[in-house]
């Protein structure tokens, strides 16, 4: 449960082998570059003057523009292992021009974003006009004349009989161009020296007035009716999507280069992450200084690495000060490594402190299992997770969380087997607690499992805390507590009065170590009310019976959806043909929130009930100067 070791380590080189060592740290991904302090009094490092951030960006934009037209197969995208480059492969694609290429997908792009803007301008100019397509007066007979004037109109239909009426006592003539299911469309003609009671009544009757558009007037010719210049906008609208489909027949063909892209752009970018790294550095005219952090089994590696430059450059090392706050790496033996994926969740521990994912890794594996408790399930996730890391080879984060995904299916299998089923049928001759026939049983096994890791948790803080600061009378106090929790459990079920002993003890150490006060009485009563946090071990106890409940439920759903298929079977032909669907769907849909709900749940206790008694939060992870890929692994 010790973190790595993690030293300091200070390079000084000569100002000549400056980019050659950049690279090769780079390369090996072992040290952590920190900063130069201005204490130091020496010059920061001088970036080159290149960048590659406008590239960058532009190629992103590329890459995106592409990813429209290419689309990956789902087994492509999760089991299609990344390539692997090697340095002078990545060098040559560093020494490569790729503006030509950005600058043809760039001209597509704008070109695609150009005409699908024309196209949706045309549309909505066809869509203005459609409702008084069947207006078959040229345009210029809109004008009206001296005396006549003429709105179009578009009225609400219940208030179209009242308009009806007002034109027989008006000098105005209604002429119904177009009806739908909330509106009318109408042509007035009005006696102009009667306009402003007639408008005033249009507006009564919530009217309102269309006028063509000045693009789609400037565009129409002197005797076009609305029917006419509709049909020039569709022919327009044809024209133009065929140059869009030309395009994007262009564009699909050039999304062929998209893979090769992306590995341009991991490239690039850890070019940029070197150039960067000169501002860490610090130089006088002869010589760079550079500091940061390894992991202490890495160093072997490092000086291997820096052979190449034996005559230039000095290697200093040494274990952190008290001051300092190095950063952490977690090493764990292969079988427990994937549940420092738990710990990641919650957060590193500081440096000096206690790494708790051997402590947890047993309790999570176990309660995982019994909250999904489906052999099945977990036979299934267990099959995945190895079929993803043999087609994939992920790396990293993603091959660790696979691992742990293994785990937690072999877990399942295990649990489900003795607690649970196979897709809701149980084995019974192999079950140890039916949860449905036994419920109490299985109550209490998940109450004794969080007694004992509350137990462990406190046994562990007890370790921590006399590790660091050699306080007797508060390792008295806490020892107090782990005598006193199972003396009281065990005297309670079997009532030794030996056991009850005990638990006076271990009280009585409570009541006398766990407060510092100097005055005798308040220290009694002090230590008499730490007595009071026995209720918090007890809410803490009972947290756990969220086993009972997880289990349950995953189990009952299970042979729910069984039923289902039982009652569907029994239904001729259709029966038949959706019995698998149910079969299917209800089982995938049963495994991913169990699994999802059993993750969070025994994740929570982790962190809630077991990581509060002795875990101690707050470190920063080992960030190594190292080549990273997205789309590429780089050997």
């Known amino acids: 449960m010790a973190l790595a070791q993690v030293e300091r380590i200070e390079i000084i080189a000569s100002n000549s082998i400056k980019d050659d060592l950049l690279i090769e740290l780079q390369e090996a991904g072992l040290v952590e570059i920190e900063e130069v302090s201005s204490k130091l009094s020496l010059n ?35 089991f299609k292992a990344k390539p692997l480059l090697s340095r002078q492969e990545r060098q040559a694609l560093l020494n490569q021009d790729w503006t030509g290429l950005i600058e043809r997908i760039e001209k597509l792009e704008a070109s695609c974003r150009e005409i699908k803007t024309e196209i949706k ?45 007002f034109e027989k006592e008006q000098p105005l003539w209604l002429y119904m161009i177009n009806l739908d299911k909330k509106n009318a469309y109408l042509l007035i003609l009005f006696w102009r020296k009667a306009s402003k009671e007639i ?7 919530k009217a309102s007035f269309f006028f063509v558009p000045e693009t789609i007037l400037k565009k129409a010719q002197a005797k076009e009716t609305i029917e006419e210049i509709i049909s020039h906008l569709e022919t327009e609208i044809e024209e133009k999507k065929k ?40 130089e006088t005219e002869k010589t760079v200084f550079l500091q940061g952090w390894i992991e202490k089994d890495k160093l072997p590696g490092l000086k291997k690495k820096l052979t190449l430059f034996e005559d230039n450059l000095a290697l200093f090392h040494r274990p952190p000060t008290e001051e300092e706050e190095p950063p952490v790496v977690l090493r764990n033996p292969p079988l427990i490594e994937p549940f420092q994926v738990v710990t990641n969740l919650y957060g590193l521990p500081r440096p000096r402190t206690i790494d708790p994912t051997l402590a947890l890794a047993p309790f999570f594996f176990i309660y995982v299992g019994l909250c999904v408790s489906e052999a099945g399930y977990g036979l299934l996730v267990a099959w995945l997770s190895w079929l993803f890391m043999i087609k994939a080879k992920p790396r990293g984060s993603t091959l660790l969380f696979s691992r742990l995904m293994l785990a937690l299916g072999i877990s399942t299998v295990v649990c489900g087997t003795l607690v649970g089923g196979w897709f809701g049928y149980p084995i ?5 607690i039916d ?21 462990f948790g406190t046994f562990l803080k007890i370790v921590d805390n006399w590790r660091r ?8 106090a806490q020892i107090g507590w782990l005598i006193l929790l199972p003396s009281l459990v065990l005297y309670g079920w079997k009532k030794i009065e030996l056991l009850g002993y005990f638990a006076l003890g271990g009280a009585s150490l409570i009541v006398l170590f766990s407060s510092r006060k100097k005055n005798p009485l308040l220290r009694l009563l002090s230590g008499l009310y730490s007595l009071y946090d026995i209720s918090k071990y007890l809410g803490d106890i009972l947290s756990y019976s969220r086993l009972l409940a997880l289990g349950l439920s995953t189990s009952v759903i299970a042979m729910v959806v069984n039923t289902l298929v039982g009652t569907a079977l029994k239904i001729p032909i259709v029966g038949w043909l959706a019995a698998p669907i149910i079969f299917l769907g209800g089982h995938l849909f049963n495994l991913a929130i169990s699994f999802l709900g059993g993750f969070v749940h025994s994740m929570r206790l982790q962190f809630v009930e077991f990581f509060t008694k002795f875990y101690e939060a707050g470190g920063r992870p080992l960030k190594p100067f190292s080549l990273q890929g997205k789309y590429v692994e780089f050997q």
Request: aromatic share 10%; charged share 25%.
């Open 428 to 432: 019974r001759q192999l079950l140890l």
């Open 243 to 282: 140059i869009l489909l030309a395009i994007e027949k262009e564009s699909q063909e050039v999304s062929s280069l998209l893979p090769q892209l992306m590995i341009v752009l991991d490239v690039f970018e850890n070019e940029q992450q070197r150039i960067q790294a000169y501002g860490h550095l610090a």
């Open 469 to 476: 600061n050699k306080n007797l009378a508060q390792a008295l």
């Open 199 to 205: 408008e005033d009544k249009l507006k009564e009757e």
């Open 121 to 165: 301008a045309l549309e909505k100019e066809k869509e203005i006009l459609e409702p008084w397509r069947k207006l078959d007066f040229p345009l210029p007979f809109l004008k009206g004349t001296e005396s006549w004037g003429i709105f179009l109109v578009r009225l609400p239909r219940s208030h179209l009989a009242s308009l009806i009426e």
């Open 435 to 455: 949860p449905l026939t036994q419920p109490v049983s299985f109550l209490l096994l998940a109450l004794t499992l969080g007694f004992i890791q509350v137990w």
């Open 44 to 78: 920061p490092g001088k970036k080159p003057a290149i960048s590659f951030e406008p590239l960058l960006f532009r190629l992103r934009q590329a890459i995106n523009y592409l990813s429209l037209w290419r689309k990956n197969r789902l087994g492509e995208r999760w």
